[in-house]
Nanobody
Framework: QVHLVESGGGLVQAGGSLRLSCAAS????????TGWFRQAPGKEREFVAG????????YLADFVQGRFTISRDNAKNTMNLQINSLKPEDTAVYYC??????????????????WGQGTQVTVSS
């Protein structure tokens, strides 16, 4: 069992930055793939970015457009998402997710077995 807790969300003006964190506890995270998803009001949850804890390889959604950076801190069992140049359309609940035993970074919700509760990001114009 893996327990995921997101933090770092909040209200920010357009053009600002936020750093989201996902703290993992329970099983050893080193063999997991973890990712960020987001869900805007009235929309489906969508993949944002993912990272392999073993290799450090990353995959980011096309819409990220260089504004998002995903990273991990192995010592702290924490995954981070740095979001710069925030836009109102980035407003969403951001979720952390994890899956073990894959050699690639999946982008489908159904591929992830563990989820956090989410952290709200609101960007004002």
């Amino acid at each position: 069992q893996v327990h995921l807790v997101e933090s770092g969300g909040g209200l920010v003006q357009a053009g600002g930055s936020l750093r989201l964190s996902c703290a993992a506890s329970g099983r050893t995270i080193s063999m997991f793939i973890t990712g960020w998803f987001r869900q805007a009001p009235g929309k489906e949850r969508e993949f944002v970015a993912g990272i392999s804890w073993s290799s450090g390889s990353t995959y980011l959604a096309d819409f990220v457009q260089g504004r998002f950076t995903i990273s991990r801190d192995n010592a702290k069992n924490t995954m981070n998402l740095q979001i710069n140049s925030l836009k109102p359309e980035d407003t969403a609940v951001y979720y952390c997710a994890a899956i073990q035993g894959l050699s690639y970074i999946p982008r489908e919700l159904a591929d992830y077995g563990y989820w956090g509760q989410g952290t709200q990001v609101t960007v004002s114009s």
